[in-house]
């Protein structure tokens, strides 16, 4: 962070990156100027807006802050498509595991642990079965639930079960569009399913 500025606030609507999802970017107003947030992210419990220029900030501003609506939505999609293909996954009884994801615009993709013969072979079944259960056009609810010092959120799919999920989702399947597989590959014990959202 050396060298970068940043402005820390009291409360925030911006979604700091983590879970392998892109922060949220926007703007800062104050009553003397505007600042513009390029990144987000969280650190020892405390949410660093990374912004382009510190000029007449002061301690104790009042601020209003609003974040890029489309590029939130669009991280939203990609995020929410990822669960589905782990659901997609599940329902074809595939036997491999969950590990990570990457939700980000350029090249998303789900990890698994295990192996696929001919993972190529599974591409038009995945694309059927995930797409199936976007149309089904089920909503997403959240609870909240204090384990720890820090609140954990669980997000539920209509008709699946819930998930550990501090993510940005859509309220409906039917925001997501068309989810599209465009590769799958296995190797040394990992199967990467990469894939993309399109406007429907």
Known sequence: MEGSDYIILDQTVFYPQGGGQPSD????????????????????????HFVDSLEGVGVNDKVEVSI???????????HTAGHIIDEAVKNLNLDIEADKGY???????????????????????????INKIVNK????????????????????????????CGGTH????????????????????????SYEVLDN
Do not use: W
Not at 68 to 78: M, P
Not at 150 to 163: A, F
């Open 170 to 193: 859509v309220q409906n399947l039917n925001e997501i569009g068309k989810v599209n597989i465009r590769k799958i590959k296995s190797k040394k014990g990992l199967v990467k399913v």
């Open 68 to 78: 890029n609506a489309e590029l939130r939505k669009l991280h939203a999609r990609i």
């Open 103 to 129: 939700h980000f615009p350029q090249g998303p993709y789900v990890q698994y642990i295990g192996e696929l013969e001919n993972p190529s072979d599974y591409i038009n079944d995945l694309n059927t079965e």
């Open 25 to 48: 970017v926007g703007v800062i107003k104050s009553d003397s100027n505007e600042y513009n947030v390029t990144k987000c992210q969280k650190i020892d419990g405390k949410v660093y």
């Open 137 to 164: 056009d089920s909503k997403i609810s959240y609870q909240l639930f204090q384990k720890s010092v820090e609140p954990e959120r669980l997000m539920t799919v209509e008709g699946y079960k819930p998930c550990h």
